[in-house]
């Protein structure tokens, strides 16, 4: 084993020729990935005249996560802008739902159809490695229709949201500016993200290595459509399948089989809930075969036209109608045909590798038929594959389970399988000619079971994915006066298997049911002295609980003794406290009254305080007016001493005591 390998072993890569190409249908997903993936050879073609034919799924409402039908009209218009930027025809759009197409017979026949009207060259389809799931859903359904067609010669798997290992590359250098110029077109995209910088980084980094001439170039994965449909899609992605198998996603068609739900209809109410746990399965290469069993005109019930494909059949016009959205609702009256008859006519219409039975008032789980498909790639050989059934009664009520491991002896002596448990290989069973008995009005499925495990072994798929409403059936199987009981038929279909077999055969069955006898009564003695053992367990604990009764008598008598001994002392207890509330309200009533008197006392003493106050203002006021009277006296006083002591009052003296006399006098 050597460590490296060089450049063109490890990493072919041709250069894509063009002068071969006359004409190409290019399948986008969705408005703009044709300019993405394959802008620039689209537009180096258009100048050669090659005939170009561009077929959009989708109309991209949902690019920002909210279905909007305005964003999908926008989408459509910058799209044709675009194609007259690249010189190209307008583009056709089929308006398929966006983020909703799936790997199923409407989408691979609309790929056929467009491959049988244009007859082209080259098929340009998104690679298998994108992760968008539109993109994985049209580059299977494209490998699918590439196969069964004619055309065309070459397969090209472009690049849009994720880098391929590719083994062709295109030099769009000389076109590189009308390709970004036919992209400036989608402005509703670049509001999301710059889809445009993202595509020139990748055109920049395919022309890494090709040469200074290269500035840019597209990358291809280029596949022989006859190799692709002699050896199948595994040509076509060669450095894919391990990243895909690791998630458990199909590589090729041939991986996802066609599976025929067959539903035989007695046009009961029901009959949507079934198809719509249909249109909810997880495996998606699904077609539904609904045959008119009733007699009578069908009433009209609607299905989802993208999901699956859809079959009506008319036994009285002994043909197959194909819906185009609902059944038809024809005024001819139809004999009721029985149920034998009924599935023989499914079984002829199916188109399926794989089938499975479903009656119209019973239940699958979404990821019933992908286990049961799994199931039989692990095991090629197996005839079928079965799941675990609930049979529920009136008002949904669990009455049993299905959910047996597999014994072909089981099988003989009983059915353990309701009709919608199996998925079976129907080609094997076509090329067997296997069909129902007509002659049996009840368990015609158990003798199909019968002889379909003859030619191979059932696998089975433990746990529960199906429901089996047995309240809704007119069959009669549980009426023992009705000659549909199903113990008459039971008797008849083992006298005739018997008869059938060779004895060493029915040895080994009776052998095998003996034994099965055997380990179910064994099964049923320990049951039955596990149950004995614990009813004498039950026994004793009865009597330890009887014990426990008196135990608990005694101590509840006990109980109510001092409950009433406390309640005695409570009731002292409450007379002594009524007393004490009496003295409290007494003493709350008078400590009322010392504070009102407080607060009386409070007040008179803030207004003597505020009395003494102003008076003793006033004394302050009166003392700094007397200090004032006594200095402004002993001022006087010294000027009167000073007075007296002068020249002038000395000399006045005789005038003055002359107008003392002279007062006097006049007095």
Known sequence: MRATQTEAVY?????????DIKSVLCVAPHPDDEILGCGGLLSRLAASQCRIHVLILSGGENAT?????????????????????????????????????QYAEPLIGVLENALEQHQPQYLLLPS????????????????????RSRFPQTVLFYEVGAPLHPNSMLDITDVASLKWQALDEFTSQEAIQPYKVHSQAMAVLRAFGRGSQWTHAEAFFQVDAASLRASGASVAMPFWPAIRSRQHLANSPQQLPLVSV???????????????????????????????ATGRTHSPVQYPRHRMAWQFIEPAEVGLQTSSGQLPSNPGVNPRCGRSHAANLALQAARGAMAIFLDDDDLIDPGHIERLVDALARSPRAMAAYAGVRVDGEAGLGLRIYDLPWSPHRLRGINFLPIHAVVFRLDRASQLALRFDESLPVLEDWDFWRRLAEAGEFVHCPGVSAVYRQHHGDSMLGDPAHENHWMRWHLLLTERYLQSRPVAENAKTMAWHAVELDRQQAFIERALAEKNAQQQTVAELTAAMNGLKDDIARLKEEHIAIVHHHCDELKERNSTLEALEEKNHELMANLGNLLARHEKAAAQHDALSESHQKINDAFLQAQSACSRLLDENALLQAEIVLVQRSRSWKFTHPLRAFNRWLGKSSS
């Open 128 to 147: 298998l490695s994108e992760p968008h799931p539109d993109h994985q859903a049209v580059a299977l359904a494209g490998l699918a229709a590439a196969q």
């Open 262 to 292: 067959l539903i035989r209809s007695m046009d009961r109410f029901q009959l949507s809930e079934a198809i719509a746990c249909v249109a909810m399965q997880t495996y998606p290469h699904i077609e539904l075969v609904v045959v008119n």
């Open 11 to 19: 990493y072919p890569v041709q250069n894509l020729q063009l002068d």
């Open 65 to 101: 996560g909210v279905e909007s039908r305005d964003l999908a009209e926008s989408r459509v218009q910058e799209s044709l802008r675009a194609a007259r930027v690249l010189g190209l025809p307008e583009p056709v759009f089929l308006q398929l739902p966006d983020r909703g197409m």
